[in-house]
């Protein structure tokens, strides 16, 4: 019985943090047809925001809910400006750039924090459920992925902010003939999709000892999960990130955490075998 | 045209053996080497990618696997013939294997990306993972994070006590990237390269004209694969140690960067590329005040802003728009050319 539970919350926690880390990854991608592989390189400066404003004085809760996603959303927002405006419609360019990009910014965090493990402790504290000892703070991290998803849904469904977007995205042309700078839409999708990378990392930070190459353990969750996903933003992350959190947590149970990680990599493989638009370029097709 | 063809040839021959034997003179062979092998290693993306246009982004699980069948088979073994015929030979029928997924997928560009790269990390994870006494593949211990160290390096086939090594090793593998150099050529001036090239172009127009595009697009993958396995199976022989490193995305990530700086769509690009970069990041790791990476970084990403063809496609136009005029060809007339020059490289 506990047992159980604490699986399910293991679950359930395996697959809000998917959802968590390809958010900002199928923001710019399902919407922009960017593919930033400096992803996990944006969520990296996250995790180092929050530790920098966390030893400044800041209480954690702030520093990685609002300062994380505003600092990595304005560097976002530069690096759109300078590099990734040139490149729209030019997938392949795009990728090797942001690759290029993500290069640049493990170079930048090696010669600013140097090369060595620093990390803060987890702002809640665990509790014993019968035999086992659950993290609190799993918990905060299915609540804030909850949230956002809802969040994103509600903006981009119900708000004009969210329909200006999502024409943008679909007709570009269309969106500029009616008076709309599709310009600023992307910059500011952008924005968005960095600052989600940054919430990410940021939140994801007091659980892992944070160097300046921890974002290539990211990237390829995230792209898988959002690639896997398809052409629907939230439904395609829903159901992907479902998918692989589960056979990730079956086999790390059963098995060992490194065949958890290779079930998921081997299951992404068939997956886009079967389905090479991705779940959603198959099934829910048309919803958000 | 083939009369021009045998002229080039003999020009590339002269002056490889030129560069081969003037190169040890102004850096060690040591050195040499690595950069001739990293060569070799960027040709097969090359070969791929610039004239194949499959983006590859596991050309170094390819890599990886060369340099562990070496490892383990010579190990095995004990001599070095039938471990490097091996070492090519499983990363070519992997890759076959893979390709004929994908292909007969029909998976095109970012969905072909993933798969590759995760197939990549997959290797990584397992052999990273893999220090356990279980993990054994005949007498080869895996070694996990460790690698595989000690096994036997490359001998004159027969005799497995007379090792080559040192400057012997730096001339073999010199001249087995000439012979992979002109293997390349062969095959893009086949019919093979050519009907290659077209998908490149026009994959639908290609398939219309009868062509089965999907296996002809698995044997160029494999083709590949081989190439990047033999250069692996060298690494091997050179660092006489195999370590998990080999198949990491940084691995990959660079091989592509050698090909972009180089120039696509060229033989000679994605070697000049490749030797270029690491030599320059050879100099780098001479000093700590910048670091390493964030110059890689920025030579990426400038390269794609700036000069996304490559290095040796911008020298090879500006040359013919300065002394190429006298030919007084019209503008169809040049396109033509370049059409051909693409596919002449």
Known sequence: MDLSFVILVEIFYAVASLALISAGLAVVFGMMKVINLAHGEFMMMGGYATITAVHLGVNVFVAMLIIAPLIVGLIGLVVERLVIRHLYGRLVDTMLATWGLSLFFIGMATMIFGNTTTSITTPITGFAVGDYQINGYNFFIIFVSAVLLISMYVLLKTTRIGLIARGTMQRSDMAAALGYSPDRIYMATFFCGSALSGLAGAVLAPLVGLVPTSGGAYIAKAFITVIAGGPSLIVGLISSSSLFGVVNQIFTFGISPVFGDVALLISAVILLRLLPQGVTGKFFKGKM | ?345
């Open chain 2, 1 to 345: 045209m083939s009369r021009s063809w045998g002229r080039q040839d003999a020009a590339t021959i002269v002056a490889a053996i030129v560069l081969i034997w003037l190169m040890p003179l102004l850096i060690s062979t040591y050195t040499l080497t690595v950069l001739v092998i990293y060569g070799m290693l960027a040709l097969s993306l090359g070969l791929i990618w610039g004239f194949g246009g499959i983006l590859c982004f596991g050309q170094a699980a390819f890599f990886g696997l060369g340099a562990y069948t070496y490892a383990i088979a010579a190990i095995n073994v004990g001599e070095s013939t039938l471990p490097m015929i091996l070492a090519v030979f499983v990363p070519a029928l992997f890759a076959a294997l893979l390709g004929a997924m994908m292909f007969y997928g029909r998976l095109t560009d970012v969905y072909l990306g993933v798969i590759t790269l995760v197939v990549t990390l997959i290797l990584f994870k397992f052999v990273n993972s893999s220090a356990g006494p279980q993990y054994v593949i005949g007498e080869a211990r895996l070694g996990g994070f460790n690698g595989i160290p000690g096994f036997h390096t490359l001998n004159i086939p027969g005799q497995p006590d007379e090792y080559i090594w040192g400057d012997a090793l730096y001339y073999v593998c010199a001249v087995a990237l000439l012979a992979v150099y002109f293997l390349v050529t062969w095959l893009l001036r086949s019919s093979f390269g050519r009907i290659a090239i077209g998908i490149r172009e026009n994959e639908t127009r290609v398939s219309l004209m009868g062509y089965d595009v999907r296996a002809r697009k698995t044997i160029l993958f494999a083709i590949g694969a081989a190439i990047a396995g033999l250069a692996g199976a060298l690494f091997a022989n050179w660092g006489e140690i195999v370590t998990p490193g080999l198949f990491s995305l940084g691995q990959s990530a660079e091989i592509i960067i050698w090909c972009i700086v180089g120039g696509l769509g060229t033989r000679l690009g994605p070697i000049i590329g490749a030797a270029g970069l690491a030599y320059l990041k050879f100099l780098l790791g001479q000093q700590s005040l910048i670091d390493n990476t964030l110059i890689m970084g920025i030579i990426l990403v400038l390269f794609v802003l700036f000069l996304p063809k490559g290095i040796v496609p911008a020298v090879a136009s500006l040359w013919k728009a300065s002394f190429g005029r006298r030919s007084g060809r019209k503008s169809a007339g040049r396109r033509h050319m370049r059409r051909v020059d693409s596919a002449n490289g």
